[in-house]
Every structure is written in C-alpha cells, then in structure tokens.
C-alpha cells in the first residue's frame, strides 16, 4: 500500500522546509542536512519501479505547497514527463538537479548483446555511489543554505557530518573488496555501474533493456557465469525477476536482494560491497 501521499498525510505541518525529492537515496540526504528544519517526502513509494511510475493526483497537493524540488537530472522517464509540470504548478519551488557536476558515464552494455548495443545511453542511476552521494550532498547544502540562510550553520555542519559518514564508507567498502579476485557480479536491473565503476568491478547485467531474457540469452548468461565461477546475483524488489533465480539454481549460486532505491543507504552500499566479496 502506498501512504506516502494518501489522504492521512496530504498536508504539511507547519514551520519547516517542504521539500520533495524524487527517489528515497535522495529524501535521506536532505532529510541528514536539512535536520529538523526541513520536512521530505520521496514521490517514488518504496517497492515502485522510477523507469515507469507516474504520480498520483493526490502528490500535486503537497508540490503544489512544496519550497524545494530535489530530482536525480539524469532524464528518468518520470522526471522527464513530470518535473516540467511541477515547475509549472508551483513556480515558486526550486527545483535542485543533484546530479549537478557528476560525471555521467554511458550505460552498461547488455553483456552478450552484439546486436543491439545501447550505446550513447547515459547511465541514469548516479546516485548508487558513494563519490557522486557526496556531490549531491554538497548540492543539497548549497540549496538548503541559499533557500534558508538563516540556518546556515546548521546545515553547513550536517552536511560535514554526512560527508564525513560517506567518507568512512568509501574506506570500509575499499576494505571489504579489497580481496576479491574475481571482480564481476551479476545484477538483474543495471542500477549498480556507478558503483562498479568507483570500486573497479565489472557489473553484468541480466536484463535486456527492461525485458526478462530470451531462453537463450538466459542460457548464455548461465554458461558464462559458471565458466567465470560468479555466484552471487543482485535481484531488486522492483523488477520482476525470474530468470534471476533460474540462473542461480544452475549455477549453485545465491540470489541477494539489494534495493538500490533503498532510504537506509549508507547500510545498503556497504551490504552490496559484502555480497559481492561473498559474505
Ligand atoms: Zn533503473
């Protein structure tokens, strides 16, 4: 069920910064700066698919109302189709790219897939990295401090806090891959090449292009995780994922559930550094 803009929540409390994010990674780092100053709300509800979701009527009551708009600015179908329209609606909100100075990397090429390649295709998932959280996090100072200077200092010292939190990650997840010979992990959804790419892992990715795989993409994948002994494959709660479990029972392997929309995200990274180091 979906209470995040039901009708027990659709007004909000007085005295605070109203600010929306798009996705919950987002909402968590407003929320770990903004502190008691700032009230969040994620428009994507845990468990919903950000390729595809569409806003309710009901969200535009509390945009309508809200100061700051926080969007992931990689060009999600969603965001694409709806941030116009909110700037629209309310033209006095402002409206934060926080993926503001990121370096976009091109999406992960499906891995056995000669024939339609999608190249030139921007990643659209940069917050699943602990470098770019760090960016948005500066980002969504800046914003904070500019539309608030009264508690300027306030967030400016959150801000170093949680800086200083991802920071420390970045250390213990460098740590716990350190080891690894094998550097590849299989992934249902292609959520994690930001991630891949800041720690030098090789992210293959099962889906093709939103879809399940054909039988024989599928026994290909197969084929190739064996022959590379890779046993672990990240499934999200999203995307419907069968063929994730067919693959690891033929490859005697473990299915990890990662959300990679998850709000707790300090624990989620560090979770999906140890299932890739298998432990
Ligand atoms: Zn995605």
Redesign the pocket.
């Known amino acids: 069920m979906i209470f995040l803009f039901g009708a027990p929540n659709l007004l909000w409390s007085a005295g605070r910064i109203k600010v929306v994010t798009t996705i919950q990674p987002l909402a968590f780092f407003v929320e770990q700066i903004g502190g008691p100053y700032v009230q969040v709300e994620a428009m994507i509800p845990p468990g919903a698919n ?2 595809t979701y569409e806003s309710t009527p009901g969200q535009m009551v509390k945009l309508s109302q809200a100061q700051m708009y926080v969007e992931i600015g990689t060009a999600f179908a969603f965001e694409k189709n709806w941030v116009p329209k909110l700037a629209s609606l309310n033209k006095n909100m402002r409206i934060v790219n926080a993926s503001d100075g990121i370096s976009l990397i091109p999406m992960t090429e499906h891995h056995h897939d000669n024939d339609h390649h999608e190249q030139g295709e921007v990643d ?2 940069t917050w699943v990295s602990v470098g770019n959280a760090m960016m948005m996090a500066r980002t969504i100072e800046k914003n904070l401090c500019e539309l608030d200077p009264g508690h300027e200092s306030v967030y400016q010292a959150n801000a170093v806090n949680l800086l200083k939190q991802l920071g420390d990650l970045d250390k213990e997840i460098q740590q716990i891959l350190a080891p690894l010979q094998q550097r590849a992990f299989y992934t249902y ?3 994690w090449g930001y991630f891949a790419a800041e720690y030098h892992l090789d992210q293959v990715v099962i889906e093709n292009q939103g879809k399940e795989p054909t039988a024989r993409e599928l026994q290909h994948v197969i084929e190739e995780a064996k022959a590379k002994g890779i046993k672990t494959i990240f499934v999200s709660p999203e995307f419907n994922s069968k063929s994730a479990l067919v693959i690891a029972k033929e490859i005697g392997g473990q299915v990890v559930s990662i959300e990679h929309l998850n709000k707790d995200f300090l624990n989620n990274l560090r979770d999906a550094a140890k299932a890739i180091a298998g432990q």
């Open positions: 950000p390729h659209p998932h959804h292609p959520s």
